[in-house]
């Protein structure tokens, strides 16, 4: 008999507390009568989403090619938390300031590039969190090339996905290194 009492008070319980969950949704709603709600024009800023960022990746990486690091540069998260590897530097980088100083200084920003095309591998999207895995060629005027297998980890901030990580190796450093794996 205890036992049926405790039961009983347990689901009472719960079917109070689901009740006062649906009552408190409810009431996060904004209060507009339906003919006001239609009449009040409620604006927010839409954010890009994340295959736009992913578009506007591919223009600022042609851009920077091209020797203008700016749109590139507005796309990082500007803290000391991100990261960069670049394997023509072999250099990890790590902090805004040093992040923007190799962009600047990017050997990329004095080469011109004739055409550059990438291949989408992989991306996925979170909630706060995204990631592109792509390889990127470019061609100089005078003839050579460079092929990128590039990882860009992103993260929303202030409702806009911004760079946190990049990570780009040569295609031939990781050819040459599965032939010693062997």
């Not at 024009?41 to 578009?55: G, I, K, L, N, R």
């Not at 095309?117 to 991306?123: D, N, S």
């Amino acid at each position: 008999m205890k036992r049926n009492i405790a039961v009983f008070i347990l689901l009472i319980l719960l079917a109070s507390s689901f009740k006062y969950r649906t009552k408190a949704r409810e009431s996060s709603q904004p209060f507009l009568p339906d003919r006001l709600r239609n009449m009040v024009s409620v604006s927010q800023e839409v954010a890009p989403s994340f295959d736009e960022t992913v578009s506007l990746l591919q223009q600022a990486n042609l851009e920077m090619a091209n020797g203008n690091p700016g749109l590139f540069k507005s796309m990082w998260l500007q803290n000391e938390e991100i990261t960069f590897w670049d394997d023509s530097k072999n250099a990890a980088l790590k902090g805004w300031k040093a992040i923007e100083g190799s962009l600047n200084n990017s050997e990329e920003s004095r080469l011109k590039i004739d055409s550059y095309t990438f291949e989408k591998i992989a991306g996925n999207e979170g909630e706060q969190q995204a990631y592109l895995l792509q390889k990127e060629h470019y061609k100089m005027v005078n003839g050579r090339t460079r092929d990128l297998q590039v990882t860009v980890v992103f993260r929303k901030e202030n409702n806009a996905w911004k760079i946190v990580h990049r990570h780009a190796d040569s295609v031939e450093v990781i050819a040459q290194s599965g032939k010693n794996a062997k």
